[in-house]
């Protein structure tokens, strides 16, 4: 891990874990997003989110030395993904994304990646 990295810079581990702990209590009871999840529990999905995003911050590798290449795309696949999917996913991670108290600039590069990354997940505009 680079010590100059965004990761290291808003705060590592801690920071990502309670970003995705956050997110993960609003979907917990979304009706739209709770399905897609098909375990009772939503650690394992947690867990995998914090690795991704770690990594894709700066980082340690874990998410790749455990699951290979992200595949964003083809892992969110079988899953419809469309506009009030994405909307929903956006509304709990702002949610979360806001509980970090994060420096405005920080916020706002996390917010673009995540906001960016959501609209790539669209799969389908159908209901």
Known sequence: MRSDSFYAAIGGHETFVRLVDEFYRGVADDPVLRPMYPEQDLGPAAERLTLFLEQYWGGPTTYSDER????????HAPFKVNPEARDRWLLHMRAAVDSLDLAPMHQAQL???????????LNTFDD
């Open 68 to 75: 290979g290449h992200p595949r964003l795309r083809m892992r």
């Open 111 to 121: 917010w673009d990646y995540l906001e960016r990354a959501a609209f790539s997940m």
